[in-house]
């Protein structure tokens, strides 16, 4: 079975910085795309950053420029490094991974959240 740990969260002072990790182990053939997205109170679930199994990147438009979003392939690891964080950053962040099982099916997890706390 997959299993997703995050790491990372915490709370920050506006202008601060914070990296988010995700570990992803178990019956694991390949991961392909991996994700991160966040969950503040009263706002929908929003993507935050994806990067592909190659490499390419996406970002929302209001974390470009702030936040960077890369993987460590050996470690199965995705990371968002946030910079310049902002009160509205402030949210729960989950880890989203793609991966294809040793049966060759692609599946999608997701981890339990991380809470991300910037202070004014």
């Known amino acids: 079975q997959v299993q997703l740990v995050e790491s990372g969260g915490g709370l920050v002072q506006a202008g601060g910085s914070l990296r988010l990790s995700c570990a992803a182990s178990?019956?694991?053939?390949?991961?392909?795309?991996m994700g991160w997205y966040r969950h503040a109170p009263g706002n929908q679930r929003e993507l935050v950053a994806t990067?592909?199994?190659?490499?390419?990147?996406s970002y929302a438009e209001s974390v470009k420029g702030r936040f960077t979003i890369s993987r460590d392939n050996a470690k199965n690891t995705v990371y968002l490094q946030m910079n310049s964080l902002k009160p509205e950053d402030t949210a729960v962040y989950y880890c989203?991974?793609?991966?294809?099982?040793?049966?060759?099916?692609?599946?999608?997890?997701w981890g339990q959240g991380t809470q991300v706390t910037v202070s004014s």
């Open positions: 990067i592909t199994s190659g490499g390419s990147t």
């Open positions: 989203k991974v793609v991966v294809t099982t040793y049966y060759s099916a692609k599946l999608t997890y």
């Open positions: 178990g019956s694991i053939s390949s991961i392909n795309a």
